[in-house]
Every structure is written in C-alpha cells, then in structure tokens.
C-alpha cells in the first residue's frame, strides 16, 4: 500500500460540524425522485420469466401464448442477445468480473442454476398485463439434480455447476481448484510447530447462513432506445458507470452510445452495483421502440439479486498461557451461488488480521452452489469471519482467565506491523480503540438479573480507493457548483460539500453539491468499499487545490504581479483570502476574484479524477448486553455501544447513523436472518415477513463512540466509515449468549431454535424438536 | 384488459376523481394513475410500510387496499402532510435528527408517525417501537428515527 502522506492537520471549520441535508427536504416531503418514480411518456411495462427449478437445462421456450395476449408487445429470451464483446471486465483493487457470468445471470441461454433465474422478460401495455403474459411463456426444462449447501458442492462426486469456469477474483484472484470451487491461500510461519508452542488450542466448526442486503427499494429500471441508436437508462444504481459499462458489453455496444441516469437509490449496501433488469429493458426497448420500465417483485428480489455467502468454517486457534496467540487454521467455505466470485478474499483476508499471529495458514474456497450469485454485502465476507475467530478468540481468553479486551490488547495490531499479506498496518487507533472499549462505563456497569451477559468484539476491514471524478465550477456570484459521478446512498452529497467548502475556504451554503449522469462527468466507481467520502472527497480537495491555484493567477493579473506573490489563506485560516505576500494589507476576497472571473480570462472550473491509495483500514469494536430466555431461546438485546475509528468524522451525525445502520444489520445477522430452501431447491421465505430483518421493537437505542485517528493517506485524515459496522455484531452478541447462559453459539443466525438447541445439548437433552 | 371503474375521493383535502382497474392497488392508484409518487412501494405484500397512508384517519398500507375502495372516503398521502414552506414538526425532526439516510422508507415512516401522534400525542420510547414496528428502514438501525419521533412529539406539545 503507498502511504504517501497526504494528511495535513489544521484546525477545521466545516468537517465536525452537523449541518442538515439538504436532500432532506425532498425526501421529507415525497418529492425526490427514485428509481420507481420515472414515468416516460408512451412507456412499457417489462416483467421477467424465472426458472421454479434450482437447476435444469433449457430445452425449448415457445412465446406464442405470451405475444397473443392483447397489450403484449415483445418477449425475449437469451437467444435474443448478441455475442459480448469483452469477456472480462476490471473491477477495481486488481480484480476483474467475468462478463458472460454476468450476462447469463442476467437471462440463462442454456441452464438455470438457481430458483429465480431468468429465462425470458416481456413487455406489455401495463405491468399487469406483462405478468399474465410473463406467466404464459411456456419453458420446457430437463430438471438437473442440485447442490446448496457448500459441503456437499466440495465433495468428491458432488453435482457440477460448470464444467469449465472461470475461478472467481472479488479483491484477489481464486485458483480453480475443485470442480465447483476457487481456492485461496494464504500462509506465514510455521502453524504445525505453532499450535505445538501454544499451551491452549480452541478448535470449532460454524456455519452461518445466506443473508439479503434487505435495502427497501428494488431493483428498478427503465430504457429508452432512441432513433440514433443511444440507449438512455434510468436506474437506482451504487455505480452509473459501471452499469454502462456492463451494458456495453452484454449489448455489444460502444460506452459512448450509452447514458446512464443515476436516480436516488433507495439503498444498496453492495447489492445494487451491477445489472440484473437494464439489459432486459433495454433490449425489449429496442424491440419495441418504445420506454420499457422493469421493477422486481419483493419476491424477485430475495430470489433473484445477490445476497451474501453463508459459510462452513473451521477453526482452530492456539496461545500461550499468557495470552500471547502463536498459531491459527482456518478452513474456510463461503458460498459463491452460481457463479464464482464471493467474497472469499476478504473473508480470509479480515478474519485475522487485527492479530499479531506468528503462524497462520488460511485455506479458503470459493463455492458454487444453486443458490444466487452471491453480490457484496458490507465489508464483504468479514461478517462471517470475524463471528468465527472473535468466538474463538472470546473462548481462549476465558480459558486463560484473561478480561477478553485485555487479551486483544495482549495481541493487537499496531501500526507497521506486518498482515499476513504483507501489507504494512498504517498508522490507526488500534489499542486506542480497546482501552476506550475497557474504560466505557458499559463495559462495567450491572447487569441486573439473570440470563443476561455481555459480550465484545472487535473488528477489522479494509476499505477502498479506487477511482472518482469531480468537476468544480465557481460561478460569477462567488457560489460552486460541484458535480460528482457518486452515488448518494446516505447523505454524501453534503459530506463531498463539506470537504470542497473546507478546501475552497467558502461558506458550506455557497455549495451545490449533485450526482451526475456518465455523460456528464469522468469515471467514477460504484459508491461501494467505503470509499465515496474517502476517494472523491480526496478529488475534491485536489481540483480545489487547482481552483484556488487559477484564482490565484487571476488575482496576480488584478494585481499586476507574480503568482508567486499571491497566497491564499485557506489552508490556514479556513477563509479563502487572498493576500499579498509583500503587502498583507492588499486581500481580495474568494467572491470578488469570482466577480472578476470574466474581465481576467472567463469562468473558472477545474475537475479531477484520483485513485487514492491510502485507504487507512478501519476498525470497530462493540459492547453488547443480551438476555436470553431460557424457555424459547429467544434473545433480546438489552444495551449495544459501538466503537468505530473514522479517521475524522465529517458529519458525526451521519458517521453515527452509518454505525447504528450497520450495527443493526449484523445484529440481524446475529439472530434472525437467513434464506430457508425447501427439498426442491426452492426459495420458501422470500418475503419481508419470512425474512426477518430487524424492525424497530428489536432493538434497543445504539450508543455509538467515535474515534478520530487521522489517516496519513487523506488530506483531510479521513478513512471509509459505512462497512466495518456490520462486522462486529454477530460475534458480540455470541459472547453474550455464552456469558448468560453458558452456550457457546457456532451458527448464524442465532434464532431462537438455535439458542435453544444449544441450551439442550448443554443439558444432555435430546433435542425433541427437530429444530432446522 | 380490465374494465375501469370511476372513482370520487378526498385525497389530500382536495375531492378528486378518477378511473381504476378493480385489481389496482391504492399505491398503485396514487403512484401511476394519480402521480404522486410520494407514496413507495417496498414489498407490494404488506411487510414494510413504505406505502403508509391515511384512509379516513387510519393508517393502512396501500399496497393491501384496492384503488376502488378509496369511493368516498379521505386519503391522506406524504404530498398532503407538509410543504417545503411549511413542514409538519415531523418531517422539520427527520431532517434535523438525520431520521433518514438513503430516504425510501421516510414518507411511510412520516406518515406512520403522524397516525401515532394523533393517537397517542406523548408516546414514550416503547410506544414508538411498537407502533412503527409494521416499518422497515434497513440503513439507520431505527435509533435517530426514534428520536425524531419522539422530538416532534415536543414540538408539537409546546406548539
Ligand atoms: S409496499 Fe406496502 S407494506 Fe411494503
Ligand atoms: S433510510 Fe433507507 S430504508 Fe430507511
């Protein structure tokens, strides 16, 4: 990682501040505009035919009865789709996705590979028109046995997915190693002679089950193909550009035919960075030569978009009496769905890596299973692993009779360390974070009464960098117009407003601060990896700087004197003043060089595109106090304290609602969600009701702590803050569970059934409910 | 195609009338027939409560109540709550309490809230939990919701 220092500490007048959101009031009242709320004139409706089989091959499709109803006017299937023309495209941090996986994600050619996946779209008059038409498709299949659960699908003899595939690469490469797996290792030391210097060894095994990113609003598209041959897309989207990119390829067409409209986007959380309905829509907008809109069902979207890998896992982690860890094994098998590229990498990656560990070996696999193809979740893959290893690490400091922050303490990370990657840990608050996690009243107040006990975890992610684009344009009145290619998932219009108004040294309120098309700005990458206020902020403050700079010049002219004598006082006092170095007493203010814009050369604009790569890591920490009843297994969530080093927190509000978001979800994952498959392969609670995200009642107010650690690789010491949250969770509240009730929970979610299965094999009772 | 069928409402204190297809939803009916697309649709199956809205003072989902039914009756959606001018004391504390982030969920959350307070004027924290419990919001984990909640029950006292 290059750690050029760019950090630049100054006292701050905008970032630490709460200003409200200005697309507040659009959406308070109803009047922002979603993916759903595009209505084009003379539109269509589109609605897509899905496989009721978890695998089969295609052996016919007749649309006949389909194109007879009256309001029908085109149906497509995959044979409809041109060849692609670009068989890999790069996904950032050297990985790459396969885009016929894509593309036949999209709509099946030949087989289906899971329940939901689709084979054929049609468009009529009006949706319900389309769906009794969809329903009219008539799909002969030859049904293919199938395989959902990861360790069959490693098996000797286990049913194939793909004969020839090609191995998944989310972050790092895979190998292709069994007939449905990639594989990914990584090794440092000597773990055999490890375990064999360690005095205590924990060994487990865990699973944990597939999960939904659960954003409230659908996949939702619409197309227009207009008479040049320009394909218009309207869409909710994490990453315009990369839809365009997708379409591209899976459409056989050039980028610059091709605009992609982001719209607000009703959340995401890594689920909406790539195309499942556009290229459908577009296409049958081709066909028609009319708008085609598609949404999915609620239904379509839990069988049909990517959630996040369940896992098999075993562990086995060994230290000293003293606490000190000497070796670690891990044995990792986190679903893929259908085709390769779940998040296996940062899943071993993660699972570690807030540890010093002399001697680790980490054997990872990348499974295919008839489930969906698995889509990033929030610090993809670090849920999982970090509920794996922070039990383990929670058991062997109670064995060691250590407080379980002080054995983290004993074992952490600090700065300059060495990951197993050999990555180099730049400077953050690792033993600043455990000391505030001991010192916070929570972690020793009373817990008050029985079945009730408290757990901690600490967690790690990576983040990312990648690319953005930003364009500033100062306008003759002294205010900035500021564009960006990021998507806005949470407010990070105003947090990229309060970075240029801190960087211009002008008044937050001089900023307009929009999203725009891939038209009208340079590529930009999905806001996913934490990475929108990070990397385009950092653009941001870059093309500032060449603002100012043109300023500058300009006031030189005024002046009639060198640049070189021209300063700016940003940078110091906040206020962008310039002054003359010989003479402190001439000054001209930021809005009279705009007012003179047009008499000293014209409008001034700069714009910037960065691929920041001091990304600075983030870690988390939590204090959970659970009760448990020891009657239902049901587990209630008492109290909850988030701990989290953002870097700098440009808008604490908004940081503190990214770790209660975050914090929420994993505690979902924790105790309620997970995909049921029935004996047919089949999807059997794909509803919001039967999959059960954590509503209100759940849950108790989520104290968050904020810590500041700058990170040298933004000017402004920022670091990524919306994905860590999700990770800690599971394993805080499986600590909890165990300090209540003295059972070590091994798998998500940790249902009630699951508690109380626990709570009779602790007692030697047979479990007379068969609980799945 | 279905036969249509003619509609005479209140809709936002305003009598308006319209055509619908006995099948089509009151979201439906708001959103593609009426455009106000304030109302959102999250589940279409009654689980999320995006598509809050009053019916005669009643909180219901509007995907569960057919367009039809709207005959003669009141409907208030987000459009009829507050204006950018003149903000109901609840949509003034979602915004000041960052009771929102992507967004989806805060007309029906609004609307969900305003039925709570005309019942119960000083909910305590566990009132407005349960109440909103026929909501999801996946992006806040509910805490800032809550406060706004509670903090427009204030206001609105004081007022
Ligand atoms: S859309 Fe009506 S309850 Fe979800
Ligand atoms: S703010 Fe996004 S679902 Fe509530």
Redesign the interface.
Known sequence: MNMEPEYKPRKWRVLGTTPARRDGIDKVTGQAKFGDDVHLPDMLHGKVVRSPHPHARIKSIDISKAMAVPGVKAVITGADFPPLNQAVVAAGEGGSVSMQDIADNCIAKHTVFYDGHAVAAVAAENPHVAEEAAALVEVEYEILPFVQDVREAVKDGAVVLHEDFVPGAFLFPTQKALPNAGRLQLAVGDVEQGFKDADIVVEREYTTATVHQGYIESHITTCRWDSEDHLTVWTTTQGAFAIRDFLASILNMQLSNIRVIPMEIGGGFGGKDVVYLDPLAALLAKKTGRPVKMAMSRAEVLKATGPSSGIYAKVKIGCKKDGTLMAADLYLLFEAGAYPGGPIAPGALCALTRYQIPNVVIDGYDVMVNKPKIKPYRAPGATQSNFIVETVIDELAEKCGMDPIDFRLKNATVAGDVLIVGMPVPPIGTVEMLQAVKKHPHYTAPLGGPNRGRGVSYAFWFGAGLTSSCELHINADGTVNLATGSADLSGTRMTLAMQAAEALGVPLGDISSSVSDTDSIGYTFQSVGSRTTFATGYAIIKAAEIILDRMKQRVAMIWETDVANVDCTAEVAGIADFVDRNDPHRRMHFKEVAARMDETGGPISADFTANPHGVGFQIAANICDVEVDPETGKVQILRFTAFQDVGKAVHPDYVAGQMQGGVVQGLGWALNEEYWYNKEGRLANASLLDYRMPTSLDLPMIDTVILETPNPGHPFGIRGAGEVPIVPPPAAVANAIKNAVGVRMNRLPMSPGAVLEALWAKEGKPASVKVA | ??KKTHVETTLNGDAREFLV?P??SLLETL??VL??????????????G?CSVLMDGVLVNSCCVLGVEAQGRTVE???G????DN?HPL?QA???E?G????????GF?IASKALLQKTPNPT?DE???W????????????????AVLKASKAMEAA
């Open positions: 195609m279905a297809e099948r089509q959103r593609d455009q106000l697309t304030g109302t959102k649709e999250g589940c279409n199956d009654g689980n999320c995006a959606t987000i459009e709550m507050g204006t950018t903000l949509q979602f915004i000041e960052t929102m982030q992507c967004g989806i969920c805060t007309p609004l924290e407005v939990r349960l909103l419990a026929g909501n999801l919001c996946r992006c806040t984990g509910y805490d800032k919701l809550v406060r």
